[in-house]
Structure formats: C-alpha cells, structure tokens
C-alpha cells in the first residue's frame, strides 16, 4: 500500500506564496511520476504539475512561471512551491503518484486546502 501525506495549504493573499509538500510511503516503484492536482468547488480535478523520477516536469500553463515542482527521490517526496498566487488558485490541492510511471496506477493523498484572498 502507498500513502501519501501532504502538508503546507493555508491561506494567503493574493502574491503571496505557500509551499505543498507531500511524503509518500510504501511500495514506491523508483520509476514513477509524482505531482500535483487541484479542484476547486464546482469544476473537475485538474493537472497542476508532474516531475518524473528522472527530474522532467509538466506544467500547466495557468501556473507555468509562477509555481514550481521539486522531488527528493531518496525520501519520496514531492513539494510545490508556489508564488505570486492568485485568487484563481483557490483550492484542494491533491498530491498524487503514478508508480510505476508506465502504468495507470495512481495513488492520492487527502488533500490540502489552499485560500488565497483578493
């Protein structure tokens, strides 16, 4: 069993900045695919940003310049620092890993809420 346990949401204002980590534990492949996703209230759960065990990232383009995804692959974990937010940022920030990274295998974490005020 994998389990993800994230931390670091809050609230915040508008251009502040808040970082997300996330510790995984278990059955870790060492190729896998670890990120971020987040839903706000009334829209689907949407891809933030990925980092593969190699190092590459994925971004979406609403955060791309702004937040940035890091790992530790000897602790299996995973943060997200994020800047210069916005209020559209407002959300439940999942974390979130693919292992192994060819599979369709995902394990979630609980969730962080993540406020930010205008």
């Known amino acids: 069993q994998v389990q993800l346990v994230e931390s670091g949401g809050g609230l915040v204002q508008a251009g502040g900045s808040l970082r997300l980590s996330c510790a995984a534990s278990?059955?870790?492949?060492?190729?896998?695919?670890m990120g971020w996703y987040r839903q706000a209230p009334g829209k689907q759960r949407e891809l933030v940003a990925t980092?593969?065990?190699?190092?590459?990232?994925n971004y979406d383009d609403s955060v791309k310049g702004r937040f940035t995804i890091s790992r530790d692959n000897a602790k299996n974990t995973v943060n997200l620092q994020m800047n210069g937010l916005k209020p559209e940022d407002t959300a439940v920030y999942y974390c979130?890993?693919?292992?192994?990274?060819?599979?369709?295998?995902?394990?979630w974490g609980q969730g962080t809420q993540v406020t930010v005020s205008s």
């Open positions: 979130n890993v693919q292992s192994p990274a060819w599979s369709s295998i995902n394990y």
């Open positions: 278990g059955s870790i492949f060492r190729s896998n695919v």
């Open positions: 980092i593969s065990s190699a190092g590459a990232t």
